[in-house]
């Protein structure tokens, strides 16, 4: 049957597992970290971010990520992207060879102030930087605008705010914008009013903390919106609450997407393998879809 | 701003958690139950399942609801129902005072006779006996349609089917008719293919098996359906997998509908007490909402 809502036919997911799920678990090996970007590779994944040039002292999880992408290779047809929080970070990144970049600022100046010591000016000054030496490697950037829907300081961010963010984002010279649901304060209502401002170019990066990540993919999609961060078996968010507040899950989002007839270039029951890997690795996953499984046995 | 959806401006939410929910938990004592349902009065729940009249062998949880309808008593614009399996559970539950009967037959054919012993056109007659009795007491009867959206067994379930046996019960004398997603098979292409054939004057029983509930929920409330059940904690579902497999949580439906526009009736501060009194009562919630509070802090 033709739906009663304008979806588009196809979307383009990044799995940020390796990096956002992973960071808040005990550090793996890095010969998992690679098997399990891997697996996601082998579902059909696009885009993973694969790690973070952190301080490995801050995120002793993240260690390594310049010797997982070499171990990793270049893969053809695939984006292995690296968080990156500052210009050293962004220079290791790009001497390890990753594809592309994602960097965060906030919409919230007291969440960046607590979070980054920078204000979002300053924030703003260093995505410049870091666009133009992603630039002379010809390698995109992605900048992520942490609390697009809402700040635990201030309470409500004005979408005409994250409007501005997200143009001064570009202005520097990012290829993308990614609006982020840090802590899960979106609602469709809040996703609309962000789309209403910025577009629908952007992508969604969401989290299940109050159970409404996936309700506002879909909210985002029906307004337009083709671009979803998600994660494998919905790891992520705080450490101390593992299995409320991850990121949207994998599973979840193919099972649904899939279902409604958009393409994710996703194949379910291999997923749901890289789900078991996972699940090996760090134990019980938050992601419905994991234990349950598709719609029909076996997937 | 105005919202790109049309939504309807209230909802009537039926809390189904002290019956669905509790029923895969260990016993209550009959106080606590009566608290829940106080609590979830307290909270602004209008309509609430507050038990079953089934066996107390096949389920020991829901014995003595005759007597919490005693314990509770009537209670001005607030409607107590009980589900009944059979005419013998009508008659108790009209003996004891329940104020509407809720009465489930099944879309599928396999699960009808796996689960009650009765094909389908066995479970329609009872439903028409049942209502038969309760029009003679004057209650209402809303007869849930289970494996609405997919079967374990047969797998799909063709809307147009859904579609004759809603319409059946409805000539068998039911006030109301809800579509069950009893096994989490529902996505919003379902729901919109079911909808397309029954009509928005439904209710929406959801369950999170493949944590799709709630974006399900959005998908009928853009639809136009404005009766949804829902579970205080996101508690019920298989007794084995308590937090994968529940109804969609009362606290999430309430956050999200409220955070658009749509009036519930219901407080979440006072949500999040009753949330407060069932964890202590049952232990961890599957609920996000229960976990991670309102969108500001203290609600």
Same mark, same amino acid.
């Given at each position: 049957m033709t739906l009663p809502w304008t979806l588009p036919a196809a979307v383009e997911l990044r799995d940020v597992g390796p990096r956002d799920g992973l960071q808040v678990h005990p550090p793996l090996p890095l010969v998992d970290r690679a098997r399990l970007v891997t697996a996601l590779i082998d579902a059909g994944l696009r885009e993973i971010e694969v790690g973070s040039f952190v301080s490995p002292r801050a995120v002793p999880a993240m260690a390594g990520t310049a010797e997982l992408l070499a171990l990793l290779g270049p893969i053809p047809g695939v984006t292995r992207t690296a968080l990156v929080p500052n210009e050293r970070g962004a220079r290791d990144a790009l001497a390890a060879g990753a594809d592309a970049l994602t960097v965060t600022i906030s919409a919230s100046e007291r969440y960046s102030v607590a979070n980054t010591k920078m204000t979002r000016a300053d924030g703003l000054a260093q995505v410049e930087r870091i666009c133009t030496l992603a630039q002379a490697a010809g390698t995109p950037v992605d900048v992520v605008v942490s609390c697009a829907f809402g700040s635990p300081y201030e309470g409500d961010v004005a979408p005409a705010e994250v409007g501005r963010i997200c143009a001064a984002a570009r202005d520097a010279g990012a290829q993308r914008v990614t609006c982020a649901d840090t802590t899960g304060m979106a609602t469709p209502a809040r996703i609309a009013a962000v789309v209403a401002e910025v577009g629908s170019e952007i992508g969604l990066h969401l989290h299940e903390t109050r159970g409404t990540g996936l309700v506002n993919a879909w909210a985002g999609l029906t307004l337009g919106v083709t671009r979803f961060d998600c994660s494998l078996g919905g790891i992520g968010g705080s450490p101390f609450a593992v299995g409320a507040a991850g990121n949207v899950a994998t599973e979840e989002l193919v099972f649904l997407l899939e279902d409604c007839? !958009?393409?994710? &270039? !996703? =194949?379910l029951p291999a997923l749901l393998r890289a789900s078991r890997l996972l699940a090996e690795l760090v &134990? =019980?996953?938050?992601?419905a879809v994991a234990r349950a499984g598709g719609r029909s046995a076996g997937a």
């Open positions: 007839g !958009v393409a994710t &270039g !996703v =194949e &134990g =019980e996953l938050p992601s």
